[in-house]
């Protein structure tokens, strides 16, 4: 049964490629569920599917077989234009390699999610203003993707994320082109954004960026490994238990 209250439920989802007379198994029969407000990483090695099961979540691939359920609703058989109509109103995704359009300012590129949604000008310049001062970004915003840092880049991309509202944030190896300090600074607008009650969800091979989130689902050979939960007493983490998918 779907409880109304969460984003996520995947439900014996396989993923396979054909690559000629070979087939390659990318996820095997996996089953989770990820509520409302929650800050789960997906964590695992190189090739271990954890990409190919964010892919799946956002809606830029379908499983080979099993469901997935979006706020109660199987995405797994949409049409093309129905998953964009998702992605663009739902999810936001913040990636590795940023993907900015060069040729443009900052500012414009956060203005793209508004574009594709039909929001007027005005509001798509005042929304997208708010996201990047929010981000830290008020100062830099005219200046394009090649005039600012990568970490500066990076702040870019999640207002851009953030800007149509979204209650989910997908984030795919966010901090894995930046160097440590920034990458600090990155995961702790990430801790902002879930306080204020957006669901994250962060892909990583990374422990100690996995470690911001509050639930760690392990991902190995296509399979969950493991999970794990955050244990806190008076406010301060303990460590971490493991639990049940």
């Not at 080979?64 to 663009?88: F, P, Q, V």
């Not at 953030?162 to 300090?181: F, H, K, M, Q, Y």
């Not at 957006?198 to 892909?203: A, E, F, G, P, R």
Request: aromatic share 4%; net charge negative; glycine share 10%.
């Amino acid at each position: 049964m779907i409880n109304g209250a969460r984003v996520f439920v995947a439900d014996g989802i396989s993923k396979v490629y054909t690559m000629g007379d070979i087939k390659v198994h990318a996820l095997r029969d996996i089953s989770f569920a990820i509520e409302a407000g929650e800050y789960v990483a997906i964590m695992g090695p190189s090739g271990s599917g954890k990409s190919t099961l964010m892919h799946i979540m956002g809606c830029l691939d379908r499983p080979t077989s099993g469901s997935m359920y979006l706020r109660g609703k199987d995405i797994s058989s949409l049409s093309d234009g129905e998953l964009a109509e998702i992605r663009n109103a739902d999810i936001g995704f913040v990636f590795q390699n940023f993907n900015l359009l060069s040729n443009i300012s900052i500012l414009e590129n956060v203005e793209m999610p508004m574009l594709y949604a039909g929001i007027p000008p005005r509001e798509r310049r005042e929304r997208a203003v708010r996201a990047l001062e929010m981000v830290g970004l008020g100062d830099r915003m005219h200046h394009k993707p090649s005039e600012v840092s990568g970490g500066q880049r990076q702040r870019a991309a999640i207002a851009r994320a953030i800007v149509n509202r979204p209650a989910i944030v997908l984030a795919d190896e966010p901090t894995g082109n930046l160097d440590s300090a920034t990458g600090t600074e990155i995961m702790e607008l990430f801790d902002e954004l879930n306080a204020k009650g957006n669901t994250i969800i962060l892909v990583t091979h990374e422990r100690d960026i996995a470690e911001h989130a509050s639930r760690i689902i392990h991902i190995l050979d296509g399979k969950i490994d493991r999970v794990e939960v955050r244990t806190e007493r008076n406010g301060s983490v303990q460590g971490w238990e493991a639990v049940e998918a």
